[in-house]
């Protein structure tokens, strides 16, 4: 079966450090998210990407870059972690603009 | 500007009582979807309902139902008789015609045996 798996599912760093969540999906699907999820806030889109090459800014992009080199991959990087970063991270990927997007495991980051 | 709203941030029910979920969304796109997603305690995040912006029509599944009102631009979710596995966060997303999707609050719902 098809799926998309995060890793790792629980990471504690300490401030400064950069930091990669992997996400890996076998749907083949084109788009592929990432969200954090924060108390209060539900979940806010880091960054996107919609193809091979192609990443965008999402609406809490500052601190956050990703890579698509390939289209099952899509790794998250913190550059230099902060304690604000402390969070639950989804990767996300959906295939058409009107189905459902399917969700990793989620990653539990916390940073010290 | 926030695109979806849940206004409730936490509700408590006993067993075998309706809990309605409000949803209200903003959007100036004529084409749009809009979701719902459970995450129980375990975490992960499970798809529930998609619709589209041309289908008002309600839909029923099983004790779930969801009453989508263009006229308000609200998607709201009733679970009908609760019961104790009913107890999760639920979320309101709404994708206007890319493919980003856009997230309410959340609403999280304690069923009381």
């Known amino acids: 079966d098809a799926e998309i798996t995060q890793s790792p599912r629980h990471k504690i760093t300490e401030t400064g450090r950069q930091v990669t969540l992997a996400c890996h999906q076998t749907?083949?699907?084109?788009?592929m998210f990432w969200y954090r999820q924060d108390l209060g806030h539900g979940l806010r889109l880091i960054h996107y990407?919609?193809?091979?090459?192609?990443?965008n800014k999402g609406e809490v992009s500052d601190g956050y870059s990703v890579s698509r080199s390939n289209t099952e991959d899509l790794p998250l990087t913190l550059e230099s972690a902060a304690s604000s970063q402390t969070s639950v991270y989804f990767c996300a990927s959906k295939d058409r603009v009107n189905t459902e997007a399917f969700f990793g495991q989620g990653t539990r980051l916390t940073v010290v | 500007a926030q695109k979806v709203t849940q206004a409730q941030t936490e509700i408590s029910v006993v067993e075998k009582e309706d809990v309605t979920l409000d949803c209200v969304y903003e959007?100036?796109?004529?084409?749009?979807?809009l979701f719902w997603y459970k995450q129980p305690p375990s975490g992960e995040l499970v798809f529930l309902i998609r619709r589209n912006s041309f289908d008002e029509q309600n839909e029923i599944s099983g004790r779930y139902s969801w009453n989508f009102q263009k006229s308000t631009s609200s998607f709201n979710f009733t679970i009908t008789a609760s019961q104790v596995v009913d107890s999760a966060v639920y979320f309101c997303a709404l994708s206007e015609g890319d493919y980003k999707l856009s997230f309410g609050a959340g609403t999280t719902v304690t069923v009381r045996a």
């Open positions: 749907w083949n699907h084109n788009n």
């Open positions: 990407s919609y193809g091979v090459q192609d990443t």
């Open positions: 959007t100036r796109d004529t084409t749009y979807y």
